[in-house]
């Protein structure tokens, strides 16, 4: 029964080597390739794993960026608005008309106002309405 129960001394050794192991691995050595050649230098470079590597952080947002990201969201809300009329027609108009959900009524507006705005995109929204009550 005795020889079931671990001794000091190899719990101290235990707990050493993964002290070790922790000190190890808390440091990256890295080497740095000489570009000419193709091969090691002797220069290392530490880099601690608390920080992310230069690699793996993110890029700074640039106005085209953000321009670029609100275009695809406006298209985006157009194409699932546009697609979804047709099925919740009648719930859309119980929304807009009688005492229906006025989260339904919220989500279709901007696409009532660009329909209103951009004729064509407004006949286009009423054939698809059209075929599916109908």
């Not at 697609?83 to 009688?98: C, D, K, N």
């Not at 229906?100 to 696409?111: E, M, V």
Request: charged share 20%; glycine share 6%; hydrophobic share 40%.
């Amino acid at each position: 029964m005795d020889q079931l129960k671990p001794d000091s001394s190899s719990r101290a050794s235990f707990i050493n080597a993964g002290e070790n192991f922790r000190r190890r691995y808390e440091r990256l050595i890295i080497m740095t390739t000489d570009n000419t050649h193709g091969k090691y230098d002797n220069e290392s470079k530490i880099v601690s794993l608390d920080k992310e590597p230069i690699s793996r952080q993110k890029p700074k947002r640039s106005w085209i960026g953000f321009f670029r990201d609100i275009l695809i969201y406006f298209i985006t809300y157009i194409v699932v608005s546009g697609v979804t009329i047709g099925p919740f027609f009648w719930s859309w108009y119980g929304a807009v008309h009688a005492d229906g959900s006025k989260w339904i009524a919220r989500f279709y507006q901007p696409l009532a106002f660009l329909c209103e705005i951009c004729p064509p995109l407004g006949r286009l929204i009423n054939a698809w309405v059209n075929w599916w009550i109908l």
